[in-house]
């Protein structure tokens, strides 16, 4: 016992000691490990990447002979093996073993059969080549009009599809017609489901190590037993996000164990602890069993909620589109059922490497942190009073003796604090984590291609910036520890908080601005020259301040939390100087460097205003932030406003 006292004073001591240092250069320290980890990181990156090949086809008809001709707008040479071309179920193909340098055209001629009946005809050409040694394919499909042009007056539009290694994709599906999704050859198409109106495909990349954008088609034909075939084509986006197939080391089975293990343990640790004063060591074991049965379940969320989207999300095609409003509305719905995928670049890299270490450490080290770091008081810790009212609920009070230990209002509002803050983490922890690595092998691909030039120079650190920014952010909702001072005070209570915050990030800002996503001057003129360049380095300077707040907060770096109060930084001379920054050089960047957008950016200005505001009503409940508001008074820009 002597022992264990002196050393946990000991270590206290050295806690204490290292949190007043961290204090006094957290600006610095912060700054300095991200330089170095962007350094580190992009002197480690792989210099071996994929060529950059983009072949566009051209195709003509003329008679019974088909045109085809190949230009490579990319920017390394494409090896060409084989182009071919398909009409009415017969297929012409032609060798072609050649290199086509960048911005270089060939072609190739083909002589058809003419259909035995009249009217218009798919004809689908596909172009076969090579890329570090993988095939690959790039088609296109237009129309065959033999003697009279027959087109369907069908609908069979539908929306750009982005596939990572799997995913699913609903078509409406005329009556009667025959229906045929025409795809690139790497990717696997397989009939899922079908029903009145629509049908749905699972499709899967057999080139998962490339990032690829393909021009794919969706064909309505008339049975063949027409005397006049009709025909329509429908094309659309298929973009494919790198992904590398990766088993977690953690099966579904595994966590349905371990959840149920961490269950039973944090069960045992309350029935045989039913007084108010209970040993630190069983505080712990509890705390430890239940953090691994709700990581646990918030895993096994990630892997099966994309079960509902393939369920519910065939019968969105069946609402009839009799307005805008019903269009967007679907629209909207099938975005919201595509995130359970959890896949694309939003999340890819998170679960590729960061998943299993993290619950690795859940698992095996989070039990030595709570013991010797964290020490949780069952009076204040928000996830003891989680656990307690997990295990008072229905037919677990049967299990677990009821004693209330504390002020019930407190104990409720540590409950709700604990549902709101694991909601936060479990939204944006993903997402900031696949950020990062994204970032990092951006970055890297930048490096490769640095040179000595302004503007090259200048997107390059912007990059660099944004990783920055995306990693402190990731560490911050990694961690949360009293020593780092940076645990979760509260959390957004209002559901306009909520809202304004989660409508800036995938997958709810891809629908939420769509309806102002459309530009007042269709004329507006870019800067050129001196003006591109000024322009360009003040938006960078923005971004420097921006990033500035972020290494200002620290490990405090979180979204609708307060975390403890910051006024260091920019935030000495204004409150929200990340919203001023990042708001600023969105507008120079539409007016004078992209379109003219001019409702986007009211709306943008509008969500962001009321983002502020929001945070302003939530932190003023914080005395430290009434405080604050004391010594700085300006909202967004200094001496003004």
Request: charged residues 15%.
């Amino acid at each position: 016992m002597y022992f264990r006292h002196s050393f946990e004073g000991k270590y206290v001591l050295n806690v204490e000691q290292y949190c007043r240092s961290y204090n006094a250069h957290k600006m610095a320290l912060l700054g300095a490990a991200a330089l170095t980890f962007c350094f580190v990181v992009l002197c480690c990156v792989s210099r071996a990447w994929a060529a950059d090949i983009s072949l566009n086809l051209g195709v003509s008809a003329r008679d019974d002979w088909i045109t085809v001709s190949v230009v490579n707008s990319g920017s390394d040479p494409a090896p060409l093996s084989e182009l071919s071309v398909e009409l009415n179920g017969h297929s012409y193909g032609s060798a072609l073993n050649l290199q086509l340098a960048p911005r270089q055209r060939t072609a190739a001629q083909f002589r058809v059969a003419y259909p035995e009946k009249e009217g218009s005809y798919p004809l689908v050409t596909t172009l076969r080549y090579t890329n570090d040694g993988k095939p690959l394919s790039v088609l296109d499909t237009g129309y065959f009009n033999y003697r009279r042009v027959e087109h369907l007056d069908v609908k069979c539009s539908f929306e750009p599809v982005v596939l990572a290694a799997r995913t699913s994709v609903t078509l409406p599906n005329p009556q009667g017609y025959r229906a045929r999704l025409i795809l690139p050859l790497e990717i696997r198409a397989r009939r899922a489901a079908q029903g009145a109106g629509f049908v749905s495909f699972e499709l899967e990349n057999t080139r998962p190590e490339f990032n690829s954008n393909y021009a794919v088609f969706y064909v309505v034909q008339t049975p063949a037993e027409f005397d006049v075939q009709a025909s329509r084509v429908c094309s659309s986006r298929l973009v494919t996000v790198q992904f590398k197939f990766r088993r977690s080391y953690f099966p579904s089975y595994l966590l349905c164990l371990l959840g149920s293990a961490g269950f039973a343990l944090a069960l045992v640790m309350l029935r045989r602890n039913t007084g108010r004063v209970i040993p630190l060591r069983d505080i712990v074991l509890a705390r430890w069993g239940f953090s691994v049965f709700t990581v646990s379940l918030i895993y096994l969320g990630y892997r099966h909620l994309y079960r509902i989207s393939a369920l519910v999300e065939p019968w969105a095609y069946a609402v009839p589109e009799s307005s805008r409003a019903i269009i967007y509305l679907r629209s909207a719905g099938q975005s919201l059922l595509r995130w359970f995928y959890f896949q694309g670049k939003d999340y890819d890299y998170f679960f590729q490497w960061v998943a299993d270490p993290l619950y690795f450490y859940m698992v095996c080290l989070n039990v030595f942190v709570l013991y010797f770091v964290v020490r949780p008081n069952p009076e204040e810790d928000k996830y003891w009073a989680l656990m307690r009212r997990f295990y008072a609920m229905g037919p677990l009070r049967l299990l677990v003796p009821q004693t209330q230990t504390g002020d019930v209002l407190r104990q409720r509002a540590l409950v709700r604090l604990a549902l709101l803050s694991l909601s936060v983490k479990t939204f944006y922890l993903p997402l900031l984590c696949s950020w990062t690595i994204n970032q990092v092998i951006h970055v890297g691909h930048l490096r490769q291609s640095l040179s000595m030039n302004f503007l090259t120079i200048n997107a390059f650190l912007v990059e660099a910036l944004i990783l920055i920014d995306v990693s402190i952010f990731a560490l911050g909702y990694l961690t949360e520890l009293p020593q780092f001072k940076n645990t979760i005070r509260s959390v957004e209570p209002t559901v306009l908080g909520w809202v304004v915050c989660l409508m800036c990030y995938p997958p709810f800002n891809g629908f939420a601005f769509k309806l102002f996503d459309h530009p007042l001057n269709e004329t507006w003129s870019p800067a050129f020259g001196t003006a591109h360049a000024v322009v360009m380095g003040v938006i960078t300077i923005l971004w420097a301040i921006y990033v500035w707040a972020t290494i200002a907060l620290g490990l405090k770096s979180s979204n609708l939390t307060n975390r403890g109060i910051v006024a260091s930084g920019p935030y000495r001379y204004v409150r929200h100087p990340a919203y001023v920054s990042k708001v600023s050089l969105w507008i120079l960047s539409s007016f004078f460097i992209g379109d003219k957008n001019f409702y986007l950016i009211v709306a943008l200005v509008v969500v962001y205003a009321l983002r502020a505001w929001t945070e302003e009503r939530h932190l003023s409940r914080d005395p430290d932030y009434a405080e604050y508001k004391k010594k700085v008074r300006w909202v967004i820009i200094p001496k003004i406003i």
